[in-house]
């Protein structure tokens, strides 16, 4: 009845006034037996009367001395996800575990378990989280893909648990070692046997807090006759440097020396000790490489105490003649330089009749006349510095490989090693 009065009156003004456009339709509910309004068309309300519920989006799992931040959502009638108006309430239930700050980055402290709790007015959410440490193999892999082998060649891998940042927690802790492949078999101390070439496989550790993995390969290329290897140590302010190969005595070598000496082909480790821990660079304790029959390999260590990596350079002998002398270069330090080759005493500017730029790497043998030269320095990234000027000599009679070693121009200095 009231409806219908309504729009009686609304015609009538539509005859008053000549205007008779559609009339705007009243929302709705505002006289007895109208339906309920329609919700608006738009974004849904983000106010605290219009949600339900919290959403706590982090994972389940933290590394040890990790951080991650958290995103925390609300959740609204209509099934919308939406960005609080207000930052929630946060806490952990063992903040000696994981703690929490009010931005919502958790960080774990200790191995276990917490509940991260969110509170939004009258609305809880919670997050179960563990800390847990990351598994690693030694030796891992380090310019490979996976760590090589020969027949018959025993390799010893160990297990470590580290935090995020790579240090050591626990270095010796309890592991199930597994091999998926039985011709390439794994002890219950981590040592690899392979018995067939051609085959791979793949060698778990598997530890409480999880576990990690290394592949291994088998190879025929490897077998056969025996290769030349010279090692070096010409990594500056690094204490002793290890090299073991895989079929034969290690050798340990201190800054400055240098060996050649015959193995059998096979793969081979190196170990270091005197590197800042952890090294964001620099020689892995485990860097493992290749010796195949018939190389001629010279593997040096370079760099310094807080950079240091391992450059090989693979070569075959040649003869020299008597009244040359030949140099090459491999540049270990940072940041990088360009090199320039000189007469003694000649001016550093202009074009230089040899120049060299080549991170961790060798130069060709540059010809010259034996004697006294110049090696100088530009630095090519960072803050310009003044052209450093190094004196060093070429040997008549045979070759001779100069390592830049230190970590800045200021401290740039040459080992040289005889090639013979």
Same mark, same amino acid.
């Given at each position: 009845?009231?409806?219908?009065?309504?729009?009686?009156?609304?015609?009538?003004?539509?005859?008053?006034?000549?205007?008779?456009?559609?009339?705007?339709?009243?929302?709705?509910?505002?006289?007895?037996?109208?339906?309920?309004?329609?919700?608006?068309?738009?974004?849904?309300?983000?106010?605290?009367?219009?949600?339900?519920?919290?959403?706590?989006?982090?994972?389940?799992?933290?590394?040890?001395?990790?951080?991650?931040?958290?995103?925390?959502?609300?959740?609204?009638?209509?099934?919308?996800?939406?960005?609080?108006?207000?930052?929630?309430?946060?806490?952990?239930?063992?903040?000696?575990?994981?703690?929490?700050?009010?931005?919502?980055?958790?960080?774990?402290?200790?191995?276990?378990?917490?509940?991260?709790?969110?509170?939004?007015?009258?609305?809880?959410?919670?997050?179960?989280?563990?800390?847990?440490?990351?598994?690693?193999?030694?030796?891992?892999?380090?310019?490979?893909?996976?760590?090589?082998?020969?027949?018959?060649? +025993?390799?010893?891998? !160990? @297990? =470590?648990?580290?935090? %995020?940042?790579?240090? /050591? *927690?626990? &270095?010796?802790?309890?592991?199930?070692?597994?091999?998926?492949?039985?011709?390439?078999?794994?002890?219950?101390?981590?040592?690899?046997?392979?018995?067939?070439?051609?085959?791979?496989? +793949?060698?778990?550790? !598997? @530890? =409480?807090?999880?576990? %990690?993995?290394?592949? /291994? *390969?088998? &190879?025929?290329?490897?077998?056969?006759?025996?290769?030349?290897?010279?090692?070096?140590?010409?990594?500056?302010?690094?204490?002793?440097?290890?090299?073991?190969?895989?079929?034969?005595?290690?050798?340990?070598? !201190?800054?400055?020396?240098?060996?050649?000496?015959?193995?059998?082909?096979? &793969?081979?480790?190196?170990?270091?000790?005197?590197?800042?821990?952890?090294?964001?660079?620099?020689?892995?304790?485990?860097?493992?490489?290749?010796?195949?029959?018939?190389?001629?390999?010279?593997?040096?260590?370079?760099?310094?105490?807080?950079?240091?990596?391992?450059?090989?350079?693979?070569?075959?002998?040649?003869?020299?003649?008597?009244?040359?002398?030949?140099?090459?270069?491999?540049?270990?330090?940072?940041?990088?330089?360009?090199?320039?080759?000189?007469?003694?005493?000649?001016?550093?500017?202009?074009?230089?009749?040899?120049?060299?730029?080549?991170?961790?790497?060798?130069?060709?043998?540059?010809?010259?006349?034996?004697?006294?030269?110049?090696?100088?320095?530009?630095?090519?990234?960072?803050?310009?510095?003044?052209?450093?000027?190094?004196?060093?000599?070429?040997?008549?009679?045979?070759?001779?490989?100069?390592?830049?070693?230190?970590?800045?121009?200021?401290?740039?200095?040459?080992?040289?090693?005889?090639?013979?």
């Amino acid at each position: 009845m009231h409806r219908r009065l309504a729009s009686v009156l609304l015609l009538a003004a539509c005859l008053a006034t000549g205007s008779c456009a559609d009339p705007v339709e009243p929302p709705g509910g505002d006289l007895p037996g109208d339906p309920p309004a329609k919700p608006p068309v738009g974004p849904p309300g983000t106010g605290p009367e219009s949600l339900v519920a919290l959403h706590i989006t982090a994972p389940g799992v933290l590394e040890l001395h990790g951080a991650e931040l958290l995103t925390i959502t609300g959740i609204t009638r209509a099934g919308y996800s939406v960005v609080l108006p207000g930052p929630p309430v946060l806490s952990s239930s063992d903040p000696a575990t994981a703690s929490v700050s009010p931005a919502g980055v958790v960080t774990g402290l200790l191995r276990g378990t917490a509940t991260i709790t969110a509170r939004y007015g009258a609305l809880v959410s919670t997050l179960a989280l563990t800390v847990r440490t990351r598994v690693r193999i030694e030796p891992g892999y380090s310019g490979n893909t996976y760590w090589p082998m020969a027949a018959g060649d +025993t390799l010893q891998f !160990t @297990a =470590a648990l580290v935090d %995020a940042n790579g240090i /050591v *927690v626990e &270095s010796a802790p309890a592991v199930t070692w597994a091999s998926n492949n039985p011709t390439v078999s794994v002890s219950a101390a981590g040592q690899v046997i392979s018995s067939q070439v051609n085959e791979a496989a +793949t060698i778990t550790a !598997t @530890a =409480a807090d999880g576990s %990690a993995s290394v592949d /291994v *390969v088998v &190879s025929d290329v490897l077998a056969g006759q025996p290769a030349i290897i010279r090692f070096a140590h010409a990594a500056l302010g690094v204490g002793p440097i290890t090299f073991v190969p895989s079929r034969g005595e290690p050798v340990t070598l !201190t800054y400055g020396q240098a060996i050649e000496r015959p193995v059998m082909s096979g &793969s081979f480790t190196v170990q270091t000790t005197g590197l800042p821990a952890p090294a964001p660079f620099g020689i892995p304790s485990g860097f493992v490489g290749v010796i195949r029959g018939g190389d001629h390999l010279t593997l040096f260590a370079v760099g310094g105490a807080n950079y240091a990596s391992v450059a090989p350079i693979w070569t075959t002998p040649a003869s020299v003649a008597p009244d040359s002398g030949l140099v090459r270069i491999v540049q270990g330090w940072t940041p990088f330089p360009v090199v320039y080759i000189r007469p003694t005493g000649a001016a550093a500017d202009g074009l230089p009749e040899q120049c060299y730029f080549d991170p961790m790497n060798a130069s060709p043998y540059y010809p010259l006349a034996a004697g006294g030269f110049d090696l100088i320095l530009q630095q090519k990234y960072g803050s310009p510095t003044a052209p450093v000027r190094l004196p060093v000599a070429a040997t008549a009679g045979h070759g001779v490989t100069m390592v830049l070693v230190g970590d800045s121009p200021a401290t740039a200095g040459v080992v040289t090693f005889a090639d013979f």
